[in-house]
């Protein structure tokens, strides 16, 4: 059957679409794989659209064989000309259709940049592995061996909880270097095993994982496995259970841990267990795109839900400052702006606070180049912040806000983080630590710090882990400072079979609470300044 179109007619399909149409190499139309699922489009290994039968029908009739009135004919009567011209269209801006610059190949790149701040590298494909797994998971797929691990998990914590005085003891004490490498093994391993359960998870329902490796997760290091396939999942319950694997799995090896340990309190599985359960804790977070975040959009069935909500919360507070006019992404989902504005923070929360914190100390007690480091990913945090403000004002132009509205809001708010920055007072804390050197007390501090002066009050501190009990106080005697070398001990919490020198500026200190340990962590307290030579002092410190 031939269908004739007239001119007026082939006007109105998008004339950037090619005469006879055909699907890219990397692009293929997907079954229900059941009963009220939907077809699915994927282009390369990782990109999922789901559609409706009739785009489906489209996607599979475009050989490149068949012209658009071919096409028509073919798909039958509903499908007129601008039916079929807004479908190619939307197929071709998504770059769907052939264009010649795309080859055949369905497997992602080996190292993979995912914006906002994401290096993903590949190391396995694990596809044949969980194949010829698949009788031994199988076999674990039943209810009992949910019990099993359930009730693991919840005896890990209370064998943590009657560990109580041991539990302390390790997170309050400095470890030899031996127990990190154990512990830093195993987390690794038990990470491994934690993708391994997502792709395993969805293998046993049908899917194929397509790559495993490694990444740093907002300058966090990490593990990842690409279950995008999970889309193709027809029941929602089946892609929760998909992104949760991981989790449990964690938990259960965190509680076999933590069991183990009651006997005799071992802190090598201590720490372990503990590092697993917070490491599964935040993997829950539905903030940014861990497990969590995965669950939620899942049970929801809203595909690119955090995304949209960080959309409707920037348009949100871009029309409450700016004015304008802008469409909403989900209009449905009445926390969208919170949930999108929580999404938005908490990154900047990630790297400004738990990464800093989490390593802060630990860079500068490496001097020089620790600090430099720090300064680095502060101005990058910053640079992203202002380009996302930047952007937010570009958006509001084109929107209608008003440039004299716009201007007037950036000086207001420019002016009240001038005075925030220079009114608030926060207090300032030099971190350091103490040890006897020719049997004087000395305060030593990488690098050294001008806010070091007489007087200053400094408190003595075990240099735990995690916790840092108070052991002491003491003064600062003398504000000049001489370059020495003290154990790296006494700046981070290892602790070693020799001393380990490492260059370091020292202050001697008067004794007002003679410290129980012959040395450990120090803080002084340098009194209170502006947030602005806060921030800089902290962040910024004057390595430069």
């Not at 600062?476 to 602790?495: E, K, N």
Request: positive net charge.
């Amino acid at each position: 059957m031939n269908v004739k179109l007239g001119r007026k007619e082939r006007e109105e399909l998008d004339t950037a679409v090619p005469a006879r149409p055909r699907l890219a190499d990397d692009v293929q139309v997907h079954e229900p794989t059941d009963e009220g699922a939907p077809w699915i489009i994927q282009r390369g290994p990782g990109r999922y659209l789901r559609v409706g039968a009739d785009m489906a029908r489209l996607g599979r009739a475009l050989d490149g064989d068949r012209d658009h009135a071919e096409l028509m004919a073919d798909l039958g009567p509903k499908w007129t000309p601008q039916a079929l011209g807004f479908a190619l269209g939307e197929l071709q801006r998504m770059q769907l259709l052939d264009d010649g610059s795309r080859g055949r190949s369905a497997r992602a790149p080996w190292v993979k940049y995912v914006p906002p701040l994401t290096l993903q590298i590949t190391l396995l494909r694990p596809a044949r592995l969980l194949a010829w797994l698949a009788p031994l998971l199988s076999a674990l797929a039943n209810r009992a061996w949910a019990v099993v691990a359930a009730v693991t998990a919840l005896a890990g914590l209370v064998s943590l909880a009657l560990n109580g005085d041991a539990l302390a003891l390790a997170l309050g004490s400095p470890l030899p270097l031996s127990v990190y490498a154990w512990v830093a093994a195993g987390s690794y391993l038990t990470m491994v095993v934690h993708e391994l359960s997502h792709g395993a998870v969805l293998s046993h329902y049908g899917g194929r994982p397509s790559r495993m490796g490694v990444m740093l997760l907002y300058l966090l290091p990490a593990f990842f496995c690409d279950v995008s396939d999970g889309w193709r999942l027809g029941h929602k319950e089946r892609r929760v259970r998909v992104a949760l694997a991981g989790v449990a799995t964690q938990f259960v090896v965190a509680g076999a841990a933590g069991v183990a340990a009651l006997p005799t309190g071992a802190q090598g599985l201590l720490i372990f267990s503990v590092v697993t359960y917070t490491s599964g804790l935040l993997n829950l977070l539905p903030f940014v795109k861990l497990d969590g975040y995965l669950a939620l959009m899942s049970h929801l069935d809203i595909s690119d839900l955090r995304k949209r909500a960080m959309i409707d919360a920037r348009r949100f507070f871009t029309r409450l400052l700016f004015g304008g006019t802008y469409p909403v992404e989900l209009p449905g989902l009445r926390w969208a702006v919170p949930y999108g504005l929580a999404c938005l923070v908490f990154p900047v929360y990630l790297v400004g606070v738990l990464a800093l914190s989490l390593w802060g100390e630990l860079l500068r007690g490496l001097g020089v180049i620790g600090t430099l480091a720090i300064s680095v990913i502060v101005l990058l945090l910053l640079g992203r912040v202002s380009v996302g403000f930047l952007l937010r004002v570009q958006e509001a132009r084109t929107a209608g806000a008003s440039p004299w509205r716009i201007g007037a809001v950036i000086a207001v708010l420019a002016g009240g983080l001038t005075a925030l920055l220079m009114t608030v007072q926060v207090p300032y804390v030099v971190s350091g630590g103490y040890h006897y050197r020719q049997g004087q007390l000395e305060l030593v501090v990488p690098g050294g710090d001008a806010a070091i002066r007489p007087g200053a009050q400094v408190r003595l501190l075990r240099n735990g882990v995690v916790l840092r009990e108070q052991v002491g106080s003491a003064v600062v005697a003398s504000g000049t400072p001489s370059d020495t070398t003290a154990p790296v001990s006494v700046l981070l919490p290892i602790r070693t079979e020799g001393d380990l020198p490492m260059t370091v500026s020292a202050y001697p200190l008067t004794v007002r609470e003679t410290p129980v340990e012959r040395g450990g962590a120090a803080r002084v307290e340098a009194g209170a300044r502006p947030l602005g030579e806060w921030l800089v002092a902290t962040y910024l410190p004057g390595t430069w």
